[in-house]
T-cell receptor, first 109, second 113 residues
């Protein structure tokens, strides 16, 4: 079964601290992995996708096929990073997004 | 450029009534998706249109849900009759190509009493 797991519902860190939001997936094929973010009172938007290998707003994520993980990392968290973060995948056979339950990141001053 | 729009932003109806949600994708986007998040659970896929055709409707929960996209522009999602468990936030997204970024609308918050 295709599934995305985000084990943390809430992650609270202080400004300047490193952040790692965990994401594990189960899929037998070669999925495409994404991180979406929803800031307060804004719509869901794409943060990054693994095929782009980009760093957006200081965030990076590396696909680890051996561990079936796609953790999101940032070395120094900022208060404006506070938001809801969703990990998602699209299976090779479809274009639908399969979402994890989300992790709320709270960056405290 | 206008983003994906959804109407209404909120809807409160009684069990057994009918509700129709509308989504206007970004102009030129052939792909339109419906998702929903119910009872604080994961955001779940409902269906995918390519132009006016249903490409994938594997996520539609039952036959009380009917989605249309006549003319390949805006889409409607009708729930008839609504049940309590249909309460949640319904999201629409659109993309230009099949593997392109999906852009989300603000969602419609549905409450069935």
């Amino acid at each position: 079964a295709q599934r995305v797991t985000q084990p943390e519902k809430l992650l609270s860190v202080f400004k300047g601290a490193p952040v790692e939001l965990k994401c594990n997936y189960s899929y037998s094929g070669s999925p495409e992995l994404f991180w979406y973010v929803q800031y307060s009172r804004q719509r869901l938007q794409l943060l990054l996708r693994h095929i782009s290998r980009e760093s957006i707003k200081g965030f990076t994520a590396d696909l680890n096929k051996g561990e079936t993980s796609f953790h999101l990392k940032k070395p120094f968290a900022q208060e404006e990073d506070s938001a809801m973060y969703y990990c998602a995948l699209t299976p090779g056979s479809s274009y639908k997004l399969i979402f994890g339950s989300g992790t709320r990141l709270l960056v405290r001053p | 450029e206008a983003g994906v729009t959804q109407f209404p932003s909120h809807s409160v109806i009684e069990k057994g009534q009918t509700v129709t949600l509308r989504c206007d994708p970004i102009s030129g986007h052939d792909n339109l998706y419906w998702y929903r998040r119910v009872m604080g659970k994961e955001i779940k896929f409902l269906l995918h249109f390519v132009k006016e055709s249903k490409q994938d409707e594997s996520g539609m929960p039952n036959n009380r849900f009917l989605a249309e996209r006549t003319g390949g522009t805006y889409s409607t999602l009708k729930v008839q009759p609504a049940e309590l468990e249909d309460s949640g936030v319904y999201f629409c997204a659109s993309s230009q190509g099949l593997k392109e970024t999906q852009y989300f609308g603000p969602g419609t918050r549905l409450l069935v009493l």
